[in-house]
């Protein structure tokens, strides 16, 4: 299992900045990405944007692209979401999410799975 604890949500005011972070504990040796999702009111969850442990690959959504920078510290297994020239269309949910990729036999089967923190608020005001 993997656990995930989410910190650095808050009310800000309209082009303001906050910090997101997120610590792994638990099965952290079979993380292979992390990333943050979110989700607004009566809209569906969305990838905000996500970096691979290994190779350091990254993604955005285009609507925070230039706005938003995601980080890692792979030893102390947290990742940070920085985010600069807040929006109010930015206000949601922000849920932390790890990827895992397990083996689970000598012929390399391998089964992933998705955790989700508990989910911080992010409120930006015009």
């Known amino acids: 299992q993997v656990q995930l604890v989410e910190s650095g949500g808050g009310l800000v005011q309209s082009g303001g900045s906050l910090r997101l972070s997120c610590a792994a504990s638990?099965?952290?040796?079979?993380?292979?990405?992390m990333g943050w999702y979110r989700q607004a009111p009566g809209k569906e969850r969305e990838l905000v944007a996500n970096?691979?442990?290994?190779?350091?690959?990254?993604k955005y959504a285009d609507s925070v692209k230039g706005r938003f920078t995601i980080s890692r510290d792979n030893a102390k297994n947290t990742v940070y979401l920085q985010m600069n020239s807040l929006k109010p269309e930015d206000t949601a949910v922000y849920y932390c999410?790890?990827?895992?990729?397990?083996?689970?036999?000598?012929?390399?089967?391998?089964?992933?799975?998705?955790?989700w923190g508990q989910g911080t608020q992010v409120t930006v005001s015009s």
């Open positions: 999410n790890a990827h895992e990729i397990r083996v689970v036999n000598v012929e390399g089967a391998a089964i992933s799975k998705d955790y």
């Open positions: 638990g099965r952290v040796f079979s993380i292979r990405a």
């Open positions: 970096i691979t442990t290994s190779g350091g690959s990254i």
